[in-house]
């Protein structure tokens, strides 16, 4: 056989598609297509038809050598993206009948089309394909969702695991999770992590971009504690806001978020009164990715509050990037970061307590953090090892 022949052809749904310069599953497929080593894999990504970045705003094109076909998806509110999964699997399995693919294998990301798992299975498994889930973190844990809405995503959740024909985790937690409470189904499950871009940014203090964003936001380098996330209740904003304003540090609290002054704001700024201390500082969200890697790069301290599940995308960026890492103690982060970082509870006091405690840390203290960080990251999360390990898992 050719070296060049094609010998598996891998649908991938479920991220919004590429190209693209946001999100986890985005970030992922982007990365897994242009990173491609092992010419034998040919790759078939769906993609939402209203993603602003994609190329012309074509039915079908080549991107990183995959095959990117898109997908219209009605305006149907917060069901959009179910609507959106389904009809992607549908259409990778029309391509691949079409293209008489052998032993296909279909990726699914995210637990968002359950009710019809089993259907989609069976209509896979008449292919001779193979039928693969990533079940991403606890989206029935996040508090933005109603009850309603949640009780979906668990149910959803059991029947994707149910189908499935191996379960691929980026957190050894959720991988032990699945396991355990489907034990029933006997799953097959797999580990492999997310990864992280490792390369410093290119911007120095010196650059007008710099200097302009920084002047603006009237914040100097390492002189500030750091977030970026979604501006969610369970990413506990609340809980870092409050114990940094009890904290005796003259440093700032610089939030690097999508703020809108919505409900949740609100109820911030009542309990914490945060637009009563100077030092906090929402800066709003930064596009720019060279800036914001300066943004974490000279932070003093970076607060990851996220514990609802998976390898978080921002937490890996931070440990590669930002020199003292201050995360809340849950066993997804610890699976992450191990003695990489430090970390905090929601106990009243406990943060304020390691934020003061920081003020008297030496060079060598910050330093010993930094080195077992980066090298948590350099062993597990580099893209380079992911995309090797993915690419044995699809010829194996």
């Given amino acids: 056989m050719a070296n060049n022949k094609i010998i598996q052809h891998v649908y991938i749904v479920g991220s919004k598609g590429i190209p693209a310069n946001y999100g986890g599953f985005e970030t992922f497929v982007e990365k897994l297509t242009k990173g491609q080593k092992n010419k034998q894999i040919k790759y078939h990504v769906a993609s939402r038809f209203d993603n602003s970045e994609q190329a012309g705003k074509k039915q079908?094109?080549?991107?990183n050598g995959a095959d990117v076909f898109s997908i219209d998806v009605p305006n149907v509110g917060s069901a959009q993206a179910i609507v959106y999964d389904y009809k992607a699997l549908k259409e990778a399995i029309r391509i691949s009948k079409q293209n008489q693919?052998?032993?296909p294998i279909f990726y699914v990301l995210a637990n968002r089309i359950g009710p019809f798992a089993k259907h989609f299975a069976k209509e896979i498994h008449a292919l001779g394909?193979?039928?693969?889930?990533?079940?991403?973190?606890h989206e029935w844990a996040r508090a933005k969702w109603p009850k309603p809405v949640r009780k979906y995503w668990k149910y959803s959740e059991k029947k994707m695991v149910a189908a499935a024909d191996l379960i691929i985790a980026d957190n050894p937690e959720i991988e032990k999770y699945i396991k355990k409470e489907y034990s029933s189904f006997h799953p097959q499950t797999t580990y492999i992590a997310y990864g992280t871009d490792v390369q410093r940014s290119k911007l120095t203090m010196k650059d007008q971009k710099v200097r302009d964003w920084f002047k603006q936001k009237r914040i100097t380098e390492n002189n500030y504690f750091l977030v970026v996330g979604r501006f969610v209740p369970e990413n506990n904003y609340e809980t870092m806001i409050r114990e940094f304003i009890a904290s005796d540090t003259k440093k700032d609290?610089?939030?690097?978020?999508?703020?809108?002054?919505?409900?949740?704001?609100?109820?911030?700024?009542?309990?914490t009164h945060f637009d009563q201390d100077s030092r906090v500082k929402f800066v709003g969200t930064v596009y720019d990715q060279e800036l914001l890697k300066y943004i974490r790069e000279n932070a003093f301290a970076y607060f990851h509050g996220h514990e609802v599940g998976g390898?978080?995308?921002?937490?890996?960026?931070?440990?590669?990037m930002t020199r003292?890492?201050?995360?809340?103690?849950?066993?997804?982060?610890?699976?992450v970061a191990k003695d990489g970082a430090m970390y905090w509870t929601k106990v009243v006091g406990n943060l304020t307590a390691q934020?003061?405690?920081t003020e008297i840390y030496d060079e060598k203290r910050i330093a010993d953090y930094t080195k077992a960080a980066r090298k948590r990251v350099a062993d597990e999360f580099t893209w380079e090892s992911i995309i090797t390990k993915y690419e044995g898992l699809f010829v194996s």
Avoid at 253 to 271: A, C, D, G
Avoid at 311 to 320: F, I, K, R, V
Avoid at 324 to 335: E, G, P, T, Y
Wanted: glycine letters at 4%; aromatic letters at 14%; proline letters at 3%.
């Fill in 101 to 103: 693919d052998k032993h």
């Fill in 60 to 63: 079908r094109f080549e991107y």
């Fill in 324 to 335: 003292l890492n201050m995360l809340i103690d849950v066993s997804f982060n610890k699976a």
């Fill in 129 to 137: 394909g193979r039928f693969y889930l990533n079940p991403d973190g």
């Fill in 311 to 320: 390898t978080n995308p921002s937490l890996l960026e931070a440990l590669s």
């Fill in 355 to 357: 934020i003061n405690e």
């Fill in 253 to 271: 609290f610089v939030l690097v978020t999508n703020i809108e002054k919505n409900k949740f704001y609100n109820q911030l700024k009542q309990r």
